[in-house]
């Protein structure tokens, strides 16, 4: 089995930032590519950022300037940096990864909280 495990989560105030970290775990032959998602109470899963394996990457226009995707490919490691955080940003982030085992597949960890205060 593939495990996605994210870490990097917490309460900060509007203005501030955070780092979130997810890290792929297990038996595979290759990750073709690594996002994050969130969800907000009420509201339907967004993506947020993506990276390619060849890295190449997309955002939703909410986050473009102020979020960063990147990952390091010897730890199998996607990052997210979120500068200048708002209020609209609180939610669930959720990690992915569309990963090649037996077959391509995606693949979604538990969801690491972020909450910025107002």
């Known amino acids: 089995q593939v495990m996605l495990v994210e870490s990097g989560g917490g309460l900060v105030q509007a203005g501030g930032s955070l780092r979130l970290s997810c890290a792929a775990s297990g038996s595979f032959f290759s990750i073709s590519s690594m996002g994050w998602y969130r969800q907000a109470p009420g509201k339907q899963r967004e993506l947020v950022a993506r990276?390619?394996?060849?890295?190449?990457?997309t955002y939703a226009d909410s986050v473009k300037g102020r979020f960063t995707i990147s990952r390091d490919n010897a730890k199998s490691t996607v990052y997210l940096q979120m500068n200048s955080l708002n209020a609209e940003d609180t939610a669930v982030y959720y990690c992915?990864?569309?990963?090649?085992?037996?077959?391509?597949?995606?693949?979604w960890g538990q969801g690491t909280q972020v909450t910025v205060s107002s």
């Open positions: 990276i390619t394996s060849g890295g190449s990457t």
């Open positions: 992915n990864a569309i990963i090649f085992r037996v077959a391509l597949r995606d693949y």
